[in-house]
């Protein structure tokens, strides 16, 4: 099992709504990591959590809280959300050890709007 | 994070060889180099990576000059599944953490 699994894959809220974004893979990967990606521009990376702990929070603004409950699995939970904040948002894991990374996995991410 | 260069866009011809060039010259000596393709409406794909020597798997194949500035990404045979953004992206692998972050890209074209 190769899959990086996203759910919803759609998700239309207020900005006065709370929501949370999901993503599970089982391919015992410990480095898991949100991107965020506006339409044609690149994905930007959001937050990198390593054996269930956050790692690197690339300044991102406290409306979005990550939280890793096991080595499977990544939420994203979204409060007061601005329209702006509409993007497609992509999950990945990949295998880590001694500094050494292999590829990455990516889901196929949910596409988010807020109104 | 060290930065790498792409073209914007590149256009092939369906079936013929496509040479998609990185720059890269501040690449240090344990940054592996990594590509990743996004096909329209998906998530990135991971294509290929390499650390010096020439790569080869069933995608692609990579080319790493010799003093690691530049390297190419070869699709042997493109077909019109290949039209995506091909990211050239450094993976530091020196520092705590060896994350993926996005440059712009090629976009690739595949005319039938």
């Known amino acids: 099992d190769t899959e990086v699994t996203q759910t919803p894959k759609h998700l239309v809220m207020g900005m006065t709504n709370k929501k949370s974004l999901k993503c599970e893979q089982h391919?015992?990967?410990?480095?898991m990591y949100w991107y965020k990606q506006k339409a044609k521009k690149p994905p930007e990376l959001m937050f990198v959590?390593?054996?269930?702990?956050?790692?690197i929070n690339e300044s991102v603004p406290s409306r979005f809280s990550p939280e890793c409950p096991n080595s499977s699995l990544l939420n994203l939970h979204l409060h007061a959300l601005q329209p702006e904040d509409s993007a497609l948002y992509l999950c990945?894991?990949?295998?880590?050890?001694?500094?050494?990374?292999?590829?990455?996995?990516f889901g196929q991410g949910t596409r988010l709007t807020v109104v | 994070d060290a930065k790498t260069t792409q073209p914007n866009s590149m256009e092939s011809n369906e079936e013929e060889p496509v040479h998609l060039p990185c720059n890269h010259s501040?690449?240090?000596?344990?940054?592996?180099i990594h590509w990743y393709r996004q096909l329209p409406s998906q998530g990135p794909e991971y294509v290929i990576h390499?650390?010096?020597s020439n790569v080869n798997n069933r995608m692609a194949s990579l080319a790493i000059a010799e003093d690691r500035k530049s390297s190419t990404l070869i699709l042997h045979r493109a077909t019109l599944r290949d039209a995506a953004v091909y990211y050239c992206?450094?993976?530091?692998?020196?520092?705590?953490?060896?994350?993926?972050?996005f440059g712009k890209g090629t976009k690739l074209s595949v005319k039938p």
């Open positions: 390499g650390l010096t």
């Open positions: 992206i450094l993976r530091v692998t020196g520092g705590s953490q060896g994350n993926l972050i």
């Open positions: 990945a894991s990949s295998q880590e050890g001694r500094g050494m990374y292999t590829e990455a996995f």
């Open positions: 959590y390593s054996y269930e702990k956050l790692s």
């Open positions: 501040t690449i240090s000596g344990t940054d592996y």
């Open positions: 391919m015992g990967h410990r480095a």
